[in-house]
C-alpha cells in the first residue's frame, strides 16, 4: 500500500499542476473557477493520501468527509457558461484540456477502486472507495462540461440537465 500511495499523492500533485496550469490560461471565468476547484480538490486529495501514509486515517477521513465542493455539483455553472459564452460551441482546444482532465479523473477513480478492492483493511477500504468516488464524481463534472462545450444549447434543454446532480445524487 505504501508505493500505491506515494505513486497516488504524485498523481494528486500532477492533477493540481494541470489544472491551475489551465486556469491561467482560460479567459472564461465559470470554467477558470471550476478548474481552480478541481485544483483544490486535488490538494485535498493529496493530504487525503499524505494522512494515510503518516497513519493517520482519522485525518485521511476528515480530509474527504464534506464530499467535492458544492459548486462542483452546480447545475447554475452550465447556465452561466451558456451566457458568458452566448450559447455557442467551444472550439478544439478548450475540449481538449477537458479531454484531458477526462483521463485524468478517470485514471484516478479506476486506480482508487482497484486499490480498495485489493485492501484488507475495512476502514482503508472505505476511505479508498470513498475517495474514488469523488473522482467519480469529477469524471461525471466533466463529462457533462464536455457534452456542454459541444452543444451548449442542446445540453441546456436536455435531461441530463434537468436532472444534473453529482453521479451519487448530492
Avoid at 478541481?38 to 485535498?44: G, N
Avoid at 452561466?80 to 475540449?95: I, P
Wanted: glycine residues 6%.
Amino acid at each position: 500500500m505504501a508505493d500505491i500511495i506515494d505513486y497516488a499523492m504524485q498523481m494528486e500533485l500532477d492533477g493540481k499542476a494541470f489544472y491551475e496550469k489551465h486556469a491561467a490560461a482560460t479567459h472564461q471565468p465559470e470554467l477558470k473557477k471550476i478548474l481552480l476547484q478541481l485544483a483544490e480538490e486535488e490538494q485535498k486529495h493529496y493530504l487525503f493520501f499524505k494522512s494515510l501514509k503518516d497513519g493517520n486515517q482519522r485525518d485521511a477521513e476528515s480530509k474527504i468527509a464534506a464530499g467535492p465542493t458544492a459548486a462542483l455539483n452546480s447545475k447554475n455553472l452550465f447556465q452561466q457558461l451558456a451566457e458568458q459564452n452566448g450559447g455557442t460551441a467551444f472550439g478544439e482546444q478548450a475540449r481538449s484540456v477537458w479531454n484531458q482532465a477526462l483521463k485524468i479523473e478517470e485514471k484516478a477513480e479506476k486506480l482508487y477502486r482497484d486499490e480498495a478492492a485489493r485492501e484488507t483493511d475495512p476502514n482503508r477500504k472505505k476511505l479508498l472507495g470513498r475517495i474514488a468516488d469523488e473522482e467519480k464524481t469529477h469524471v461525471y463534472l466533466i463529462d457533462n462540461i464536455l457534452s456542454f462545450m459541444v452543444d451548449p444549447q442542446g445540453f441546456l434543454d436536455s435531461a441530463n440537465y434537468r436532472n444534473f446532480m453529482s453521479w451519487e445524487g448530492r
